[in-house]
């Protein structure tokens, strides 16, 4: 019998802690964490986009599944609104969303969560894409919040040379 898809998120929550506390580079723990989640449920899209304070954009990080945009700018899509609005955006269909961002026209629902370091700043955000409409249930969002708790708390602790 397969568990229900927010249990299977909630069971990746102490080992993904376990997992990142052993290794400082950020962006090997970032590459985990989207192999895990997309592992533990076959979403279309999952991965990080990283603030390039430089930039003042958003650039793509760690990932699993098609090929992304690159770079993501300010006040257009749900990663830019999780991103200046520090909330997770939950979004049953992407083509009712102004201003969304189709990286890849397979994807129909989206949940964005903001990444921030410990003084509160938003540092990324974790993009969510699935092909299926309206698919994120409030027990999804909740573990994926949970997960989005870890990478937060050990965000300053890593290391992000190239």
Excluded at 17 to 37: D, F, H, I, Q
Excluded at 49 to 67: I, R
Excluded at 100 to 124: F, T
Excluded at 129 to 152: K, N, Q
Aim: glycine share 6%; with cysteine; aromatic share 10%.
């Amino acid at each position: 019998m397969t568990l229900p898809r927010a249990l299977r998120l909630q069971q990746l929550v102490q080992p993904l802690e376990a997992l990142m506390e052993g290794e400082r580079s950020g962006w090997a723990n970032l590459a985990n964490a989207a192999a895990a989640v997309f592992s533990a449920t076959g979403w279309h899209w999952v991965g990080f986009y990283v603030v390039d304070q430089a930039e003042d954009n958003l650039v793509l990080g760690p990932f699993q599944g098609p090929v992304a945009c690159t770079r993501l700018f300010r006040s257009k899509g749900v990663c830019a609104t999780a991103w200046e609005r520090n909330q997770t955006q939950v979004v049953p269909n992407v083509h009712d969303f102004p201003g969304h961002v189709a990286c890849s026209s397979a994807s129909l629902s989206e949940v964005v969560l903001p990444v921030s370091n410990a003084a509160g700043e938003v540092v990324a955000v974790w993009d969510i894409d699935s092909s299926e409409a309206d698919d994120f249930t409030a027990a999804d969002v909740e573990a994926l919040e949970a997960l989005t708790a870890v990478v937060s708390k050990m965000w300053d602790a890593w290391m992000w040379t190239r």
